[in-house]
């Protein structure tokens, strides 16, 4: 493939790279950015096996551009950072660490043959996770943590050690989690995959280079006769016209599921609170909410005092038929939560707006509540968000993988805490 000029809108420098299916390139108005450009090329074992594909780097550029999207999306760290053509997308360039991080839900394809004895569909819970060297002439040896540790790579000043694989073994789990909640949505099963990391020109780690239909394999209802990835031209002993024509049909059929990806967003999260004096501590709990992705209404009604306008709100909201949480704001007396829950058989939660002096007044109208009901208690304005997400992410793959991204930043910032403190 020659070298290419100009791509949509970008002028392009010097040839960074050049790979089996695609090359990388310098940006003339960015040097912090790049542009990869996908080939019509299709390869297996090490390029060994490899056929002009027509239509291919479309389709590739496509799957790669909505997959970093929805990992963008909830918070997953990626090199992505828009679509430059139907061919290409531009990226932070990225210093890559040449690892494959290989992620298993069933036991199936080189795994089997490494491991005789454990029978094909063996179940990982949790996930299993390896590491491969990638290295053509050795078949990508699969390398250990220590491995890698003792490698000691160093990319854009940033040494790779143990708190680094650390967490890129916690990322390319958490990236496997959140494709596999969004294939789930399409009755698909996603079986393995690998991704990539590079490190940026500010040093911080990302999942990079390309996720597209070479990179994992996916089963349609669960069966592997269905198979729609690479694994179909990878099974070919002979490739005809015809059978390249079945895979790319297969790689279309990828696309064509992630375009057509309904975003969940049939939910509502309903603040009630007893007084308006409490709007502020209610803008908390919503500002909290709307970072997990949560739609949010706020009213006012009093249990006591317009004991019949909360029930028509209540009324009002069972009526949409969407999935609801109620969150009850109220001190002194609560006896908003209580009259919410024992009026709907959605999720109440609690979230009194406590002062130093009515501390333990308000805590206690809050716990002390009738038999039969089931509204819960928090104190915070987070932990109700975080209650809230909770209750819909368990039919909503996007805030569920929100709150999933959420406690990957543990493993990222206390580490680079204890370190500075250690300085």
């Given at each position: 493939m020659a070298e290419v000029k100009q791509v949509g809108e970008y002028k392009l420098g010097k040839l960074i790279i050049e790979g089996k299916t695609k090359q990388v390139y310098e940006i003339h108005s960015d040097p912090r950015k790049c542009l990869l450009l996908s080939k019509d090329r299709i390869t297996a074992g090490d390029g060994v096996k490899?056929?002009?594909?027509?239509?291919?780097?479309?389709?590739?550029?496509?799957?790669?551009?909505?997959?970093?999207?929805?990992?963008s999306s909830v918070g997953v760290?990626?090199?992505?950072?828009?679509?430059?053509?139907?061919?290409?997308?531009?990226s932070k360039k990225c210093e890559m660490i040449p690892i494959e991080w290989v992620t298993r839900r069933l036991a199936t394809g080189s795994f089997l043959k490494r491991h005789p004895g454990v029978k094909e569909?063996?179940?990982?819970?949790?996930?299993?996770?390896?590491?491969?060297?990638?290295?053509?002439?050795?078949?990508?040896?699969?390398?250990?943590?220590?491995?890698i540790i003792n490698a000691k790579f160093k990319f854009n000043g940033l040494l790779i050690g143990e708190k680094e694989v650390d967490y890129m073994t916690r990322i390319s789990i958490l990236v496997f989690e959140v494709l596999e909640k969004v294939w789930q949505t399409k009755n698909c099963a996603l079986i393995d995959m690998k991704i990539e990391f590079g490190v940026d020109t500010e040093g911080n780690i990302l999942v990079a280079d390309v996720i597209d239909s070479d990179s994992w394999?996916?089963?349609?209802?669960?069966?592997?006769?269905?198979?729609?990835?690479?694994?179909?031209?990878?099974n070919l002993t002979t490739v005809t016209d015809k059978d390249l024509d079945t895979v790319k049909r297969n790689f279309e059929w990828v696309v064509d599921q992630l375009d057509h990806l309904i975003p969940p967003s049939?939910?509502?999260?309903?603040?009630?609170?007893?007084?308006?004096s409490d709007k502020e501590h209610c803008n908390?709990?919503?500002?909290?909410?709307?970072?997990?992705?949560?739609?949010?209404?706020?009213?006012?009604?009093?249990?006591?005092?317009?004991?019949?306008?909360?029930?028509?709100?209540?009324?009002?909201?069972?009526?949409?038929?969407?999935?609801?949480?109620?969150?009850?704001?109220?001190?002194?007396?609560?006896?908003?939560?209580?009259?919410?829950?024992?009026?709907?058989d959605y999720p109440v939660i609690n979230c009194p707006p406590v002062t130093k002096d009515d501390m333990d007044r308000d805590i206690w109208s809050?716990?002390?509540?009738?038999?039969?009901?089931?509204?819960?208690?928090?104190?915070?304005?987070?932990?109700?968000?975080?209650?809230?997400?909770?209750?819909?992410?368990?039919?909503?793959y996007i805030v569920w993988s929100k709150l999933r991204a959420r406690r990957i930043n543990n493993y990222k910032t206390l580490p680079s805490a204890d370190e500075e403190i250690r300085r």
């Open positions: 490899a056929h002009e594909l027509k239509g291919k780097a479309v389709i590739s550029n496509k799957t790669t551009s909505k997959v970093f999207e929805i990992l760290p990626v090199s992505f950072v828009k679509i430059a053509s139907d061919t290409a997308f531009i569909g063996y179940r990982f819970a949790p996930i299993k996770h390896e590491t491969f060297f990638k290295d053509d002439a050795n078949h990508d040896p699969q390398w250990s943590e220590e491995q394999r996916l089963w349609p209802s669960g069966d592997k006769r269905l198979m729609v990835d690479k694994q179909v031209y990878r049939d939910h509502l999260v309903v603040i009630i609170m007893g007084s308006s908390k709990i919503k500002k909290y909410c709307q970072d997990f992705g949560l739609n949010v209404d706020i009213r006012v009604s009093s249990a006591h005092k317009t004991t019949e306008g909360v029930l028509k709100i209540i009324s009002y909201y069972e009526s949409l038929n969407i999935k609801l949480v109620f969150i009850a704001v109220a001190g002194r007396s609560n006896g908003l939560g209580p009259v919410i829950s024992g009026n709907t809050s716990l002390n509540v009738p038999s039969g009901l089931g509204c819960s208690t928090v104190l915070y304005s987070e932990t109700a968000a975080l209650a809230a997400a909770q209750s819909i992410a368990l039919s909503n």
